[in-house]
């Protein structure tokens, strides 16, 4: 996995506003849908807003097949999250075939990240739907250098086989106080190239 925080660190000095920004360790916590919906819900029911961004990674049996999924929510009044607006993603293999190198995250140009009490009342910036929804893969890390945040995956993400459910990241999210904006982020791994740009939605900064 060494190879994949190399290239990590490298792309966010890239993205970096200002170069000299230390790095932050964001606090990620494991979470149950729907859950944490609470957060951002008094029915505990939320209604979303869904993009997926294409990976172009080369050598799949069919293009458009890998794709990074980009969710938004809006908190309603009476909920920890009123008034912001919540982000989640989702890394999908589910749909490839064919040879790929392994992917280990995402780095996106976020912003400022709000704060909520995602899991038994405490205060987290991130949250990992790991029961209740889509995935096998949870995060590592997600490390935050200025407005710049990379997530590392707790174990790659890699073709095996023929399409696949299971190859997909859990959906892992945080929220902020701005509404979206399109932008280009970016995913790791450990092939060459060692990135590959991607349509994502980010809170407006």
Same mark, same amino acid.
């Given at each position: ?9 490298? @792309? ?27 957060v951002?819900?008094? $029915? ?16 799949? @049996?069919?293009?458009? $097949? @890998? ?8 908190? @309603? ?16 293999l ?8 392994? +992917? ?26 790991? $029961? ?24 790659? +993400?890699?073709?095996?086989g ?27 791994s ?16």
């Amino acid at each position: 996995m060494r190879i994949f925080k190399v290239v990590a660190a490298a @792309a966010a000095a890239l993205l970096l506003a200002s170069p000299g920004a230390r790095a932050q360790l964001l606090t990620v916590v494991e979470v149950n849908a729907p859950a944490v919906n609470c957060v951002f819900n008094t $029915t505990c029911t939320i209604t979303v807003s869904d993009t997926v961004g294409y990976i172009a990674l080369p050598y799949l @049996a069919a293009p458009r $097949t @890998a794709w990074l999924q980009s969710r938004t929510f809006t908190g @309603a009044a009476g909920t920890p999250g009123a008034g912001k607006t919540g982000y989640m993603y989702r890394i999908s293999l589910t749909e490839a075939a064919g040879t790929a190198d392994c +992917l280990g995250g995402l780095v996106l140009n976020f912003g400022p990240v709000a704060k909520l009490p995602y899991q038994a009342n405490q205060l987290a910036d991130v949250f990992v739907v790991t $029961t209740g929804g889509l995935g096998t893969i949870s995060l590592k890390s997600a490390e935050k250098f200025g407005n710049v945040i990379v997530f590392e995956l707790k174990k790659q +993400l890699c073709l095996a086989g023929g399409p696949d459910i299971k190859n997909t990241t859990f959906f892992f999210g945080l929220a902020a106080d701005a509404v979206p904006m399109a932008i280009s982020a970016q995913i790791y791994s450990a092939g060459t190239p060692p990135l590959y740009n991607v349509d994502a939605r980010v809170p407006t900064h």
